[in-house]
């Protein structure tokens, strides 16, 4: 089993920046790609960025290319997101995830951490 927390949400003004932070652990050497999912009120989850294993490779979603990088530390157990120029719409409870399989389903899910941005 992995267990991941997320941190770092709150309330900002639009323009302005937060990081996210999602700490993993339990069977972290199983993990082979991690993610960032929202959810805004009303509408489905939808991926934001993923990570490999390595950091060798990354993705975005086009919504948020150019403003938010992802990020991994292997030797904490870490994964950051990092929002710029943050939009109302980017306004949603974020959620971690883990795979243990490469393409295959996120099977770990942090609780979610609020994030409110303010027009």
């Known amino acids: 089993q992995v267990q991941l927390v997320e941190s770092g949400g709150g309330l900002v003004q639009a323009g302005g920046s937060l990081r996210l932070s999602c700490v993993a652990s339990g069977r972290t050497f199983s993990i082979r790609g991690m993610g960032w999912f929202r959810q805004a009120p009303g509408k489905e989850r939808e991926v934001v960025a993923a990570?490999?294993?390595?950091?060798?490779?990354?993705s975005y979603a086009d919504s948020v290319k150019g403003r938010f990088t992802i990020s991994g530390d292997n030797a904490r157990n870490t994964m950051s997101l990092q929002m710029n120029s943050l939009k109302s719409e980017d306004t949603a409870v974020y959620y971690c995830?883990?795979?243990?399989?490469?393409?295959?389903?996120?099977?770990?899910w942090g609780q979610g951490t609020q994030v409110t941005v303010s027009s």
């Open positions: 990570i490999s294993r390595t950091g060798g490779s990354t």
């Open positions: 995830a883990a795979r243990t399989v490469v393409f295959a389903r996120y099977e770990y």
